[in-house]
C-alpha cells in the first residue's frame, strides 16, 4: 500500500509539470502571434527606408534577388576565427561569392583579365563598405578599383578584397600580420575605415578594445546567463518589445559633451595606432600603405537625395534606430587629425554629387562605391613614389 507521503510528493511534481508545459505553451503560443503581428505590421506598414528602395540602385532590377540572397548569406552561422573572433564564411551565389583559398575565405573581386603581368599586388581591408555588403561582387569597392587601377593598361594590377562585415581597424590589422606570416607579399596596402571604428568606439567603454558583439561574445565565454539566453534577443517577442522601448523614448542617458570629445579623441587615437603599426609593417615587409577615412551620410557637404535627406532626418529624432551625433562628433575629430596630415579623409567625396549614392547611413550603391574606388586609386597613383 502506497504512502500518503508518496502520493502527496507524486501530485506536487504533477502540478509542477503541468504548470511548466502550460507556461511553456502560453509562452509558444505568444511568441507566435508576436510573429503574426510582426509579418502583418511589416507588410501594412513597409520600412520606406529599406536599403533595397535607395535611389542609389535606379533601374537595377536585380536588388530584389540579390536582397534575398543576403538575407539568407546573413542567417548563416557565423565562422569563427583565431584572434579576429570571426571571419567571412564561404557561400556561393548569383551576387556573393566568397571563395576559400589556402590564406582564408575572401569576397571575390572581379579582376580584369588584362593579360599583364607580372600583377602588383593590392590588398584592400576594411568592414562591410569593403566586402560589399548590399552590392554584387561586380560592384564592390574592391572590383571598381581594381577596374581602375587596370584601366587603359596604366598598370597590371590584382585587388584582393578582405574586408569582413563587422570588423574594425584593429581586426584589420590582426588580419594583416597574419597574411605576411603566412608569406603574403603584397606592393600595397589599403585599409578603408572610419563607421565601424566611429560607431562601435563610441558606444562601447573601452574605444581601444571595442569591437561588434563584444558583450554577446564576452557574455557566452564567461559562461554567463546572458550568454547562454542570449538568442531569445532573436525571437519577435524581443524584437517587439525592442521597438516599443524605442517608442517610449528609451535610449539611455546621454553623454556630456565633455565626455563626448574625449571618447572621440581616444575612439581616433586608437585607428591612427593602428595606422602606425601597419605602417611599421609595410617598412618590414617592403610594401606601401595607404589609410582612407571613409564618407558617411552625415559627413562632408553632399547634396542629400530624398531618400538621403529621409534617413538623416529619420536618424536624428530622438526614437530613430540609429544615433548618430556621438559617430558625428568622432568624425569631427578625424576630419582635424586628417587635415594635420595624420591620414586620407574621404569625406568629401561627395560633395557636389547630387544623386543618391547611400543605400543607407554608411553603405553604398554601386555608384557610390565607383566614386570612391576611383578616389583611391587617383591618391595611389599620385603619390606611388612618396610613401
Same mark, same amino acid.
Given at each position: 500500500? $502506497? #504512502?500518503?507521503?508518496g502520493?502527496?510528493?507524486?501530485?506536487w511534481?504533477?502540478?509542477v509539470?503541468?504548470?511548466?508545459?502550460?507556461?511553456?505553451?502560453v509562452? +509558444?503560443?505568444?511568441?507566435?502571434? =508576436?510573429?503574426?503581428?510582426?509579418?502583418?505590421?511589416?507588410?501594412?506598414?513597409?520600412?520606406?527606408?529599406?536599403?533595397?528602395?535607395?535611389?542609389?540602385? +535606379?533601374g537595377a532590377?536585380? !536588388?530584389?534577388?540579390?536582397?534575398? $540572397?543576403?538575407?539568407?548569406?546573413?542567417?548563416a552561422p557565423?565562422?569563427?576565427?583565431?584572434?579576429?573572433?570571426s571571419?567571412?564564411?564561404?557561400?556561393?551565389?548569383?551576387?556573393?561569392?566568397?571563395?576559400?583559398?589556402? &590564406?582564408?575565405?575572401?569576397?571575390?573581386?572581379?579582376?580584369?583579365? &588584362?593579360?599583364?603581368?607580372?600583377?602588383?599586388?593590392v590588398?584592400?581591408f576594411?568592414?562591410?563598405?569593403?566586402?560589399?555588403?548590399?552590392?554584387?561582387?561586380?560592384?564592390? /569597392?574592391? %572590383?571598381? /578599383?581594381?577596374?581602375?587601377?587596370?584601366?587603359?593598361?596604366?598598370?597590371?594590377?590584382?585587388? &584582393?578584397?578582405?574586408?569582413d562585415? %563587422?570588423?574594425? #581597424?584593429?581586426?584589420e590589422?590582426?588580419?594583416l600580420?597574419?597574411?605576411?606570416?603566412?608569406?603574403?607579399?603584397?606592393e600595397?596596402?589599403?585599409?578603408?575605415?572610419?563607421?565601424?571604428?566611429?560607431?562601435?568606439?563610441m558606444t562601447?567603454?573601452d574605444?581601444? #578594445?571595442?569591437?561588434?558583439?563584444?558583450?554577446?561574445?564576452?557574455?557566452?565565454?564567461?559562461?554567463?546567463?546572458?550568454?547562454?539566453?542570449d538568442?531569445?534577443?532573436?525571437?519577435?517577442?524581443?524584437? /517587439? @518589445?525592442?521597438?516599443?522601448?524605442?517608442?517610449?523614448?528609451?535610449?539611455?542617458?546621454?553623454? &556630456?559633451?565633455?565626455?563626448?570629445?574625449?571618447?572621440?579623441?581616444?575612439?581616433?587615437?586608437?585607428?591612427?595606432?593602428?595606422?602606425?603599426?601597419?605602417?611599421?609593417?609595410?617598412?618590414?615587409?617592403?610594401?606601401k600603405?595607404?589609410?582612407?577615412?571613409?564618407?558617411?551620410?552625415?559627413?562632408?557637404?553632399?547634396?542629400?537625395?530624398?531618400?538621403?535627406?529621409?534617413i538623416?532626418?529619420?536618424? @536624428?529624432?530622438?526614437?530613430?534606430? =540609429?544615433?548618430?551625433r556621438? !559617430?558625428?562628433?568622432?568624425?569631427?575629430e578625424?576630419?582635424?587629425?586628417?587635415?594635420?596630415?595624420?591620414?586620407?579623409?574621404?569625406?568629401?567625396?561627395?560633395?557636389g554629387?547630387?544623386? +543618391?549614392?547611400?543605400?543607407?547611413?554608411?553603405?553604398?550603391?554601386?555608384?557610390?562605391?565607383?566614386l570612391?574606388?576611383?578616389?583611391?586609386?587617383?591618391?595611389? $597613383?599620385?603619390?606611388?613614389?612618396?610613401?
Amino acid at each position: 500500500m $502506497e #504512502s500518503s507521503g508518496g502520493t502527496g510528493v507524486r501530485r506536487w511534481l504533477s502540478l509542477v509539470g503541468a504548470a511548466v508545459i502550460a507556461t511553456l505553451v502560453v509562452l +509558444a503560443g505568444t511568441e507566435l502571434v =508576436f510573429c503574426a503581428a510582426w509579418s502583418v505590421g511589416r507588410r501594412l506598414h513597409p520600412d520606406a527606408l529599406r536599403a533595397e528602395r535607395s535611389p542609389a540602385y +535606379a533601374g537595377a532590377a536585380w !536588388v530584389p534577388e540579390l536582397t534575398r $540572397e543576403q538575407a539568407m548569406r546573413l542567417a548563416a552561422p557565423y565562422r569563427y576565427v583565431p584572434f579576429r573572433i570571426s571571419g567571412v564564411a564561404e557561400w556561393h551565389g548569383k551576387y556573393f561569392n566568397n571563395d576559400a583559398h589556402p &590564406t582564408g575565405v575572401w569576397r571575390r573581386t572581379a579582376n580584369p583579365d &588584362t593579360g599583364c603581368g607580372p600583377k602588383t599586388k593590392v590588398w584592400i581591408f576594411g568592414g562591410s563598405t569593403v566586402y560589399g555588403t548590399g552590392v554584387p561582387d561586380w560592384a564592390t /569597392l574592391a %572590383s571598381y /578599383l581594381s577596374k581602375e587601377m587596370n584601366r587603359q593598361g596604366r598598370a597590371c594590377v590584382e585587388v &584582393t578584397n578582405f574586408g569582413d562585415e %563587422s570588423y574594425v #581597424s584593429t581586426q584589420e590589422l590582426l588580419l594583416l600580420i597574419e597574411q605576411v606570416k603566412r608569406g603574403g607579399r603584397p606592393e600595397v596596402v589599403i585599409f578603408y575605415d572610419g563607421f565601424n571604428d566611429a560607431h562601435v568606439g563610441m558606444t562601447e567603454a573601452d574605444a581601444w #578594445s571595442a569591437h561588434y558583439g563584444l558583450e554577446t561574445i564576452r557574455a557566452r565565454a564567461e559562461g554567463r546567463w546572458g550568454g547562454r539566453l542570449d538568442f531569445l534577443g532573436r525571437r519577435c517577442t524581443a524584437r /517587439l @518589445a525592442e521597438v516599443a522601448w524605442r517608442m517610449v523614448g528609451q535610449r539611455g542617458g546621454t553623454a &556630456t559633451d565633455e565626455a563626448t570629445h574625449a571618447k572621440a579623441t581616444t575612439v581616433v587615437d586608437n585607428y591612427q595606432a593602428n595606422e602606425q603599426v601597419a605602417r611599421a609593417l609595410a617598412e618590414a615587409y617592403h610594401f606601401k600603405f595607404y589609410g582612407f577615412w571613409q564618407p558617411m551620410l552625415f559627413s562632408g557637404h553632399k547634396p542629400l537625395e530624398l531618400f538621403e535627406r529621409q534617413i538623416a532626418e529619420f536618424d @536624428a529624432k530622438s526614437k530613430s534606430r =540609429f544615433d548618430a551625433r556621438p !559617430v558625428v562628433v568622432a568624425y569631427e575629430e578625424a576630419e582635424r587629425r586628417a587635415a594635420a596630415g595624420g591620414f586620407v579623409s574621404l569625406t568629401g567625396v561627395f560633395d557636389g554629387v547630387p544623386e +543618391a549614392v547611400y543605400i543607407d547611413e554608411a553603405h553604398l550603391g554601386p555608384r557610390g562605391n565607383e566614386l570612391v574606388a576611383n578616389a583611391i586609386a587617383k591618391y595611389v $597613383e599620385e603619390h606611388e613614389g612618396a610613401n
